[in-house]
Each structure stands twice: as C-alpha cells, then as structure tokens.
C-alpha cells in the first residue's frame, strides 16, 4: 500500500515555527499543503494497481485525498482509526454531516457524529489503532492497491517513519517493511 501524510496544515505553520499549539481545530491545508497534494499525485499518477484511496476524517486529510483522488480518478473511503494521535487542538474534528456536507461523494460509511479520539492519547493507543489497521490490511487482499491518506503520529507509529506533509512511503502490511519514496524539502 501507500501512504501519503497530508499536505501542510494552519497548524503545521504555526507549530513549525513555535512548537506551541496555536488552538486551531481541525485545520485546512495552506496553498503550500495544496501544491505538496497535488505533487503528490503527479508522483502517484505512475503507480499501477491503485483502486481507492483511504482517508482520516479530518479536514487536512480529507482535502489532500480530494486532490489526490482527482488527479488519479479514484474513489475514496473515510476511516478513523488512521487518524492522528489525539494531543493538539488540531486533533479535535469536525462533526461527520460537516464533512459529509463538504465532500458529499466521499464514503463516510458508519462514521460517528463525534469519531475523534479524545485529547491525551498515549503513544500505546496510537499503537494500537495502528496495529489494527496494519492486522486488517493484512488480511485483505487487495491491500496493495490502497492509497491511504494520513497523519505524522499515525504513519510513525505504523511505519517508524517520522515524515514531513506530503510524503509518501510504501508500506508491506504483512511483513511490516516500509520505504521512504518521496519527501518532500
């Protein structure tokens, strides 16, 4: 499968800059975070074999897959559990009929009004989350053709990867061996 981390958030610019929470929930991508999807899908645009994209419920994952699933004409699937660790005023979402109201084609199948984890998630309930992904992609057998759109704390916790907005890693659920196939600057 392959994983993309969100283009750059509100958040992330603030953050970057001070390491302090600059209280914004659930934050939009910037233009740089926009131009980091849409490099991301030209990346992508030779990847065969790519069916759907799953995506985290939140506003900055949610616009990185819209960008990405347009440019490769591919549907898209909202999952929570491969959100980000809940600790920053930017873990907090938005309820799921906004969401839906935003991205009416997006399958927001069984997602709950309030779906985001509560504040103070330890780095086990990250860890958790993530094995239960990784053990239900590798059941599936199709997981090679998943194009999954998520966050920094997630894709560290499934990968070991600490990765800047926009990249994107190859991730074998099975084996649990992951590479690094584009970063971005």
Request: glycine letters at 8%.
């Amino acid at each position: 499968m392959i994983l993309v981390r969100h283009g750059e958030s509100h958040f992330n610019v603030h953050f970057s800059v001070t390491r302090e929470d600059p209280g914004i929930v659930d934050p939009g991508l910037t233009e740089k975070g926009e131009a980091q999807a849409r490099q991301a899908a030209e990346i992508l645009q030779g990847h065969e074999g790519l069916n759907y994209v799953i995506a985290s419920p939140y506003w900055r994952t949610l616009h990185t897959a819209e960008i990405i699933a347009a440019s490769l004409n591919l549907p898209v699937r909202v999952d929570p559990v491969i959100g980000e660790r809940a600790f920053f005023a930017c873990d907090v979402g938005s309820p799921a009929e906004n969401l839906h109201a935003r991205w009416p084609s997006f399958s927001f199948d069984g997602l709950a009004t309030t779906w985001w984890p509560e504040s103070g998630e330890t780095d086990e309930g990250i860890q958790r989350r993530s094995d239960i992904f990784r053990q239900r992609m590798a059941e599936d057998s199709a997981w090679d053709q998943h194009l999954i759109v998520s966050h920094w704390g997630f894709i560290r916790a499934l990968t070991g990867h600490e990765v800047p907005n926009g990249s994107i890693v190859r991730y074998d659920p099975i084996s649990g061996e992951s590479t690094l196939l584009h970063q971005t600057a």
